[in-house]
Structure formats: structure tokens, C-alpha cells
């Protein structure tokens, strides 16, 4: 008796059906399952409530949310700032290090060592190193005379305990962790571009200057753009450090979007309303994604 047979064509849906199926189940459901909580009321921690449609109520509500409002300006600043140092540093340190000198190697594979730790242990090293008491930080500021003995002597130099600079000492370590980053992937842009026109500049007797804004920036816009999409998107949910290095305090001084979602959704346990400030997250990310595609088309 003869099998029938089947086709290359049909034998290659038949293989990647499993690889699908996983990842549907794995970003698909709970992405769309997201979206429906979002228009009920399902507060866990009141199971007496019950769970019932309320429609778009959830989000007619954060339009009056202080918290959510306020986490979201934080949100934009934290990733509007974190990723415009990480970019311009990354691109300072390419330039200077795509250049030929001894040892080279090492201080490229150095430069890249904050970036391959956990946020979790860098955001207690960071705490341990901003502690107003015993921590580094304070100690150099001092030594440099930039703290004065009442503030050091005292620990009123409390960074992650000041609503002012709470915010801004992660946006440091962000910074620090995450510029690597941004070099890796300029100087691969970097030493890609060919030599040719760099060479031709140079005999037509182009500045430095203008050989890099006419040349360089140019070639380097599809790095650019890749790096800052996957920045954007990595800073606006960010929620490790912040968890370890100041709960989001003090106060909800460094609070953003995805804090709150959590403190909504594992504190307050309502669910229904998590989700909704879930999937709006989603959206601001898509939206500034599509800013920076656009802006990149009009260049």
C-alpha cells in the first residue's frame, strides 16, 4: 500500500506548526487575555465583588489618576533622558574607540562589563554605593569637597531618600549599565561604513566635522534607529531597579507606569484596572516607535 506522499511546501507548515502554536501561546493569549481584563472589574482581593464588564470604565479612570498621570510623565522622562545620555555617550565612546592604538581589545571588552550583570544586583550594589551613611559616593563627594562635613557627618545626603534625586540616581545607574549598549551596537555601525568616502572627504579636504555629519551619521541611522527603538522599549518598562533601589518612593517620587501597574496589581489587587495601565504602556511604546521610524523617513 502507498503512503501519500507530501509536498516540500505542505512538509514546512506541517514543521513550524509547534514553534507557532508555542508562541502564540506564549505572547498572543496572554497579550489578548490582558486586553479583556482590562475592561472588567476584577479585584482579587475583594472576591465578593464579583467579575463584571465595565467597558472602558478603567480607562475613563486613569484620565483622573494622579498616580497613573504622574507615573507616566516620570516614565517619559526616565526614558527620554536615560536613552538620549546612553545614545550620545555611546556614540562619543564608538568614535574614540573604533580608532587604532595599543589595547584596544581590552578596553572595549572592559567598556562592555557593566552591561552583562543582572538589574537586580546592580541595583543593590548602586544602593549600597548611594547609602547616605557609609556609601561611596558620598565619600568622593566629600573628598572632592563637594559635600560639605555636615552633610556627610549627618547622612542628609540621602540620594535615593530625596524626592529630587531619587529619580535621577536610577537614571544614573541606567545610564552607566545600558550605554555599553549603545556602543556595541554604533561601533558595529561604525566599522561597517566604508572606507572610500571617508577617503574622499579627506583628499576634497572635508573638516572632521563635516566628514562626520555628512558621512558617518548618515551611515550610521539604521544603527541608530535599532538602538534606540530597543532602548526605548527596554527603559519605558523598566521596573528592576527601581523595585530594589527605592520601591518607587520616596513618596511615588520615582514612580513610573510600570511600578504602578505592579503596585496596582500585586498590592491593591485589581486586576482589571493593572491590565488596562498594561496595555496603555503598550501603546505609548508603539507610538514612540513609530516617532522614531518617522522621524527617520523625514531624515
Known amino acids: 500500500m502507498r503512503m501519500p506522499s507530501i509536498s516540500d511546501k505542505h512538509l514546512a507548515y506541517i514543521l513550524i506548526i509547534p514553534a507557532v502554536a508555542f508562541l502564540v501561546a506564549l505572547t ?49 522622562f526616565y526614558t527620554g533622558t536615560a536613552v538620549s545620555a546612553e545614545y550620545f555617550l555611546g ?23 557593566p552591561m552583562v550583570g543582572t538589574p537586580i544586583v546592580y541595583g543593590l550594589l548602586w544602593r549600597m554605593l548611594y547609602n547616605p551613611d557609609f556609601g561611596l559616593i558620598n565619600y568622593i563627594l566629600y573628598s572632592l569637597g ?10 542628609h545626603a540621602d540620594w535615593l531618600g530625596n524626592p529630587t534625586f531619587a529619580l535621577l540616581s ?3 545607574v ?14 558595529a555601525g561604525i566599522s561597517s561604513i566604508p572606507t572610500e568616502p571617508l577617503e574622499a ?7 572632521a566635522w563635516q566628514t562626520f555629519t555628512h558621512i558617518t551619521l548618515p551611515a550610521l541611522m539604521p544603527a541608530t534607529v535599532v538602538s534606540l527603538l530597543i532602548r526605548t522599549m527596554d527603559v ?24 504602578y501597574a505592579y503596585d496596582v496589581a500585586f498590592n491593591y489587587m485589581n486586576l482589571g484596572y493593572a491590565a488596562a495601565i ?19 523617513r523625514m531624515g
Open 146 to 155: 563637594l559635600l560639605s562635613s555636615s552633610q556627610f557627618y549627618s547622612g
Open 28 to 76: 498572543v493569549f496572554p497579550f489578548a487575555f490582558s486586553v479583556v481584563v482590562s475592561f472588567l472589574n476584577w479585584n482579587i482581593g475583594h472576591p465578593e465583588y464579583g467579575i463584571y464588564l465595565v467597558g472602558v470604565k478603567n480607562y475613563v479612570d486613569m484620565l483622573s489618576d494622579y498616580r497613573f498621570l504622574g507615573g507616566l510623565i516620570r516614565s517619559l
Open 170 to 172: 536610577i537614571i544614573i
Open 201 to 207: 572627504a579627506k583628499v576634497d579636504g572635508a573638516s
Open 91 to 113: 556614540l562619543l565612546f564608538a568614535l574614540l574607540l573604533s580608532r587604532e592604538f595599543r589595547g584596544r581589545g581590552i578596553v572595549r571588552a572592559l567598556f562592555l562589563v
Open 174 to 187: 541606567d545610564i552607566w549599565q545600558w550605554t555599553p549598549f549603545m556602543f556595541l551596537i554604533l561601533l
Open 236 to 259: 519605558f518598562k523598566d521596573f528592576d531597579k527601581i523595585y530594589i533601589m527605592t520601591g518607587g518612593g520616596p513618596g511615588v517620587a520615582s514612580e513610573t507606569m510600570n511600578y
Open 278 to 296: 498594561a496595555f496603555t504602556m503598550s501603546v505609548c511604546v508603539l507610538i514612540l516607535s513609530n516617532v522614531y521610524l518617522r522621524f527617520t
